[in-house]
Antibody, heavy 118, light 110 residues
């Protein structure tokens, strides 16, 4: 089954760091544009950032609230994407999803991992 | 606060038709197609409509989408209790250089 599995969430103090992982199964992560999307408690979906496929350069883009603090990377040998979160703020609390094809006909979303900054 | 606006809530009785609007700008909806997602509590979003009005396999034909200019709409006919969920529109935003989601609409089936 094609799937994405996030891990690495947890409780961290303001100003701290955390690294989330997103492991892909049954498809090659580097062949597609991958995004991180978060959802604060009781709030809506918010795009965090993306990493382009290797054929499109593998570059990254970020939403303004996280630019300069978060970074996305990929380990192609592990078929895994990462979200390094530094200088965490209370407002970064929420469920973090990795996803691909958000605006395509066949998106794939992970189940989410919870980050609590407190 | 999202740059794409949805009403925070909507409601209807079983069997009714409900419409949820999604208003954006020339940098997102006006220039790109719209996907609609349904999210049940505690679960990841599920695709309902892609490319403005296309239903993925398995999505009932009670769900339909449309787009005009910088706005889009999701219509649900023959409302059922299991349709009670949060609904989000999404589109690429050329200024953001990423996808933008509407603020979400909580649908209540009375």
């Amino acid at each position: 089954e094609v799937q994405l599995v996030e891990s690495g969430g947890g409780l961290v103090k303001p100003g701290g760091s955390l690294r989330l992982s997103c492991a892909a199964s049954r498809f090659t992560l580097s062949n597609t544009w991958m995004s991180w999307v978060r959802q604060a408690p009781g709030k809506g979906l918010e795009w965090v950032g993306l990493i382009k496929s290797n054929i499109d350069g593998g570059t990254t883009d970020y939403s303004p609230p996280v630019r300069g603090r978060f970074s996305i990377s990929r380990d192609d040998s592990k078929n895994t994407m990462y979200l390094q979160m530094n200088s965490l703020k209370i407002d970064d609390t929420g469920v973090y999803y990795c996803a691909t094809g958000i605006l395509e006909p066949t998106p794939i979303w992970g189940q989410g991992t919870t980050v609590t900054v407190s | 606060q999202s740059v794409v606006t949805q009403p925070p809530s909507a409601s209807g009785t079983p069997g009714q038709r409900v419409t949820i609007s999604c208003s954006g700008s020339s940098s997102n909806i006006g220039a790109n197609t719209v996907n609609w997602y349904q999210q049940l509590p505690g679960t990841a979003p599920k695709l309902l409509i892609n490319s403005n009005n296309q239903r993925p396999s398995g999505v009932p034909d009670r769900f339909s989408g449309s787009k005009s200019g910088t706005s889009a709409s999701l219509a649900i006919s023959g409302l059922q209790s299991e349709d009670e969920a949060d609904y989000y529109c999404a589109a690429w935003d050329g200024s953001l250089k990423g996808p933008v989601f509407g603020g979400g609409t909580k649908l209540t089936v009375l």
